[in-house]
């Protein structure tokens, strides 16, 4: 079920008075829920819509107006809520009878309701398909309208700047890497840099680098963060453009969020130079199928996934062939999107050769022997695979079965 979908599902509770137990034997009163709210706080923790980082995110949203919220925004208010009646026996109580729980409800239905469903790939997609949880990264946005920011960014001291954070930063010091990006327009940011975090230590004046160009951020009671540039993403720098959203005083976020992709220019692309010389590895197989179009393949993505076509693939290691055709959706290259993740495509002597080898797919080399426009007949594809088929004699010599 889609997150919108999921918050619709909440009940909304309305405002009522709630009763409290009397004081009695030296045992202090405490709020007597009634059935449909218990209710309520369960199936808020079963419906898994609690911010885990309520803590560092609250303090980021507690100045705003209800109706300014964002969907997550609003998930932060409510667990901030639930889960401080587990330290104040009332706090829930009071957001009952004040009205500030059934506001917050309404809200959330409202802004789920009206978010209309969009095809859309997601910060948190890209990380996973590179092999990264999202978990373990951090999303920090840096604005070059505040006055040291943009120094620092001028002079060429963005890391150092980010470096320097509050000592209380749970999510920052839980995170494996730190994901830099820069305020562009509106809620927008691109891609600086990201980083590995090592450690921290209090900030001192002798750890300031020489020409950093604003020296009393290290005279402030901060820790210093200690983090190591990687070539993660590196060619997407400057090109990688995402919506933060309008949580844009939220400037650090787990990248669990839901952040979309508006943009992305990769700065090393490989150029597609034509299908009579499209020959693939498994392995750069593998990395246009996970690049979706927007990494270093780009023009190797849309190429492929524009014509209908026979293909062959050859083990390296005995030279064994196969031949194959895709005239279904996304064209030659939704065909072999089959192979990148199952590895042997559904075919009966693959199958069999990877039981016994089970890394041989590593040696597989993809190509394309005649390619056919989109509009061209399903059975036009078929017999010219046929053909090729006993051209090749890959039924009787290769891993063709039929």
Known sequence: MEINEICQSLPIIKTQKVEWSDNRNGILSHPKYSDEVLNWINQFGTLNIADKEYIDNIEQIKQKNVSELTRDETLTRLTAIIRGERFCEGILAKAIESGKLEELCVHLHKITSAEPFKTRILLSDLLKNNGIKPEDVVMIRHVLSREH????????????????????????????????????TGTNAKLYCVYKFKGFSPVSEHKMPTGFPCPEMYSEDANLYELEETDLFSDLKDGLIIDWGTSTQSWYQSATKNKPIVSIHNNNKIPFKGYENAIYSFDELQEIVNDMGMGAYEEHYNALSKVKGVYLIVDTTDGKQYVGSA????????????????HHGGNKKMIELLKKHPERYKSFRFTILKIFSDGAKDIEVIDSEKLYKQKLGTIEHGLNDN
């Open 149 to 184: 920011c943009k120094q620092c960014y001028q002079n060429g001291f963005i890391k150092e700047y980010t470096q320097i954070q509050g000592k209380n930063k749970t999510m920052l010091k839980n995170s494996k890497y730190w994901m830099v990006f820069i305020g562009t």
């Open 327 to 342: 005239y279904g959706d996304n064209g030659i290259l939704g065909r072999w999107a089959i192979y990148a993740n199952s």
